[in-house]
């Protein structure tokens, strides 16, 4: 950030046409923002991830079957005249 402010071409001089406090101030906390967000997204990718969920033959089994019924109501259609009672 230190480089960016002292750059003739696109530091505070580039930046604030006509100097003062309060202009250098508003420049440089709208990228310390900036710089601050870009090294939480570096950091964000960088960590370590998640293993992948062990897979659970059961649960795997009780979704299977609950979409082997869903497709079967789909298929029997799913407006009132057509539900079993």
Excluded: H
Excluded at 24 to 53: G, N, S, V, Y
Excluded at 64 to 81: H, I, T
């Amino acid at each position: 950030m230190l480089e960016r402010a002292v750059s003739p071409s696109r530091g505070l001089a580039a930046a604030v046409a006509y100097p003062n406090l309060a202009k250098f101030k508003a420049c440089l906390d709208e990228w310390r923002e900036e710089f601050l967000t870009e090294q939480d997204r570096i950091a964000r990718a960088q960590r370590k991830r998640l293993p992948e969920p062990k897979v659970d033959p059961e649960a795997k089994a009780r979704i299977s079957n609950g979409l082997d019924e869903l497709v079967a109501q789909l298929k029997r259609g799913f407006g009132p005249s057509t539900q079993a009672e």
